[in-house]
């Protein structure tokens, strides 16, 4: 079983960046890949970002490319995303999850995870 909690949401001003965080109770990269994923008012999920245990290289949806950033701090078991140039569309709760590593781009495009935390509100005002 793995726990997953978020923090770092808020309400910012078009333009303006936040910094979520996503702490795991237990090493996750043997098993999974991890990413965040997002919940509009009145919509479906839309996958954001993902990364993979051996890489630091994030891998993006088109809506975010450029302006966010996915992280992880391996050895303290936290994953992270930096929200730059935040616009109105970008709000929706925010949700850290856990994809079985093997088949983790297609878990992630269709939001079947193993794991996902709580999630974070992130409110974007213009």
């Known amino acids: 079983q793995v726990q997953l909690v978020e923090s770092g949401g808020g309400s910012v001003q078009a333009g303006g960046s936040l910094n979520l965080s996503c702490v795991a109770s237990?090493?996750?990269?043997?098993?999974?890949?991890m990413g965040w994923f997002r919940q509009g008012p009145a919509k479906g999920y839309e996958a954001v970002a993902r990364i993979y245990g051996d890489s630091d290289t994030g891998y993006y949806e088109d809506s975010v490319q450029g302006r966010f950033i996915i992280s992880k701090d391996s050895a303290k078991n936290i994953l992270y995303l930096q929200m730059n140039n935040l616009k109105p569309e970008d709000t929706a709760m925010y949700y850290c999850a856990a994809y079985w590593r093997t088949s983790c781009f297609n878990s992630w495009k269709k939001h079947t995870f193993a794991y996902r935390g709580q999630g974070t509100q992130v409110t974007v005002s213009s």
């Open positions: 237990t090493y996750t990269y043997k098993d999974y890949c």
